[in-house]
Every structure is written in C-alpha cells, then in structure tokens.
C-alpha cells in the first residue's frame, strides 16, 4: 500500500512511499481508507517530541475514515484506544488511559491506504469521507471541553482561535449546546469567521480581548474560556473568566507552563479545569450533530495523499482555516 510516514525524527524525514499493508490483531479489524485529515498532532509526532515515545517507521494521521474490510461498510474512525478496566476509564475518562494509544503517534495511523484498529473504535456513519474524516481529533475535543466545563444553555463561552479546527468545532457545539459565543481570529481570518459562524469575533492581533469580552457580557465575563493555546492567551483569559466561571485548557501551543495567583483563583471561586481529547459516546454525538447538519466540518481544503507535505506546509504556516483533508 502507499503511506505518509515518518522513518526518523524530523519532519523532512517524513515521506510517502509504500509501505507493508497492515495485519489486524485480536480484536482488530481493517479499514480501507477513503479520507484523512492533518492535525498540529502529526508534526510533533514526526518531529519527536518527548511526550510521544515514537517508533519509527510511523505512519502518520489520527483522524480517519474509511470503509470497513469485513462489512463493506463506511465508517468513522476513532483516533484512541482505551482499556475500559484502569482507573480512568471507570471514571468515563478513556482518553487518559493508562493504555491508550493514539492513531498515528503510538500506533500506524491513518495517511495509508489501510489502517488496522480496535472494532470498538469503527463508528458506522452515513457522511461523506472528507466530513466523517474532520471530527475525531478537533470536534472530540472541544466537545468534551465544553461538558467537563458542565457549559449551561444561555451561558458565554470565549472560543480562542476561531480558524482553529478545535475552535472552529467549539464554536458550533457551544452554540448548538444553547451557549451564547464569543470568538477569536487574526486579522486577515476576522471577516472570514464572521461569515462562518455569525458571532461575535475580535481580532486578537490589535483588540484587546478579554476587554471585548466585558463589554460583551455586561462587565460580568465569559462563563467558560476554552483555552487551547497556553501562556500567549493565558493572562487575557483569566481576566475574561466571570466570577465562578471555568478555564478549560486542552491545549499549549505556545509553551507548556502558566502563571495561576492562587489568591486570583480562590477569592473568585473560578474552575481550573484539564481536558484531553474525549470518548466514544463524545464521537458518535459529534458523527449524529454533523450528520444532521446541526454542525458542519470546516474544510480549508483537500489534497491527494501523495501531496502530504505541501498539506502540512500550509498548515504549519498558519494558512488555513479550519481542517485540512487528504483524499485517496
Ligand atoms: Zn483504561
């Protein structure tokens, strides 16, 4: 079969070429894909990064889907693997397992012709690939967010990076949860992100947010902050958060370490929150959401697998808005 992979350490040793098609294990089974999409994920993964043990060769790709081999069917593929027996997982926390692995960064992932995975990880579904391949990653995310921050219809949820996929998903989960939005993008992504998703958006470049934010909510503050991006957001999203409100954090894409005063957390009873990915149930309701139209996958665009590289390129330049897709 042909695949994006990576045979050592560093992006420019990722390549597509062929490679062994898989062999499922007990409990496995394989899916012939049709469509899989970038995330931020891959790149750290083909660097090395130290939270990844990787062993190369490694097939790149979390989010996937494809058409079963046993049924002939489509299906959606679920990019972690979980135990169901270890603490988490008895919490409904699979995606912090003790055993999980991740499409991609600990097991082959999903830019090949054939991925093999767990069964209970295959979500039959009725979406075209390019759709059914978006959501694993960025729509499980944000949605899982927004339930560990227990969001209320008629709260105000800040959604950092708007042209993000997870907010580009966070946005339409909160507002399609009953939430009240308010948003962020770059200069050059502001008109772009209001004619998406008709809310409010500040240009984070030259506004001051968490200003626009108060004036937006009454002096009150947003309910909920999903922060995604660490210590560069980190000081306007406290001073965004109402009284009693929540900062979920899923990501730290500027750096791993904040500042929290302990009095500031304290004498304004504000949740600090952590969130990682989420869970199969999660999967299934963002698959019925989209394919019911309540949500829709934000596509940037779409290349053959054969032109991975150019895909991560614009990525990783900061080009795109919302998911970028490769077809087979
Ligand atoms: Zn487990």
Redesign the pocket.
Known sequence: MHAFYATAPGFENAHYSDAPTPQPKDGETLVKLEASSLNHLDLWVARGHPSYSVHYPQVLGSDGSGILEETGQRVALFSGT????????SQGL?SS????QTLGAQRDGTHADYVALPRQNVVPTTLKPGKAACLSVAAVTAYHMLKRADLKPGQTVLVWGAASAVGSFGIQIAKAMGAEVITTASTDKVARAEKTFGVPVVDYKTQDVAAEVLTRTSERGADVVLELVGPATWPASMKSVRKGGAIVTAGAVSGPDVTVPLRWLYSNQVRFIGSKQGSIDEFRQVLKWTEESVIEPVIDSTYPLADAKKAYEKLEAGKAFGKIVLTR
């Not at 979980?82 to 997982?89: K, V, Y």
Request: hydrophobic share 25%; net charge negative; charged share 15%.
């Open positions: 979980w135990c169901g027996q270890c603490d988490a997982c699979t397992c003790d055993a999980t």
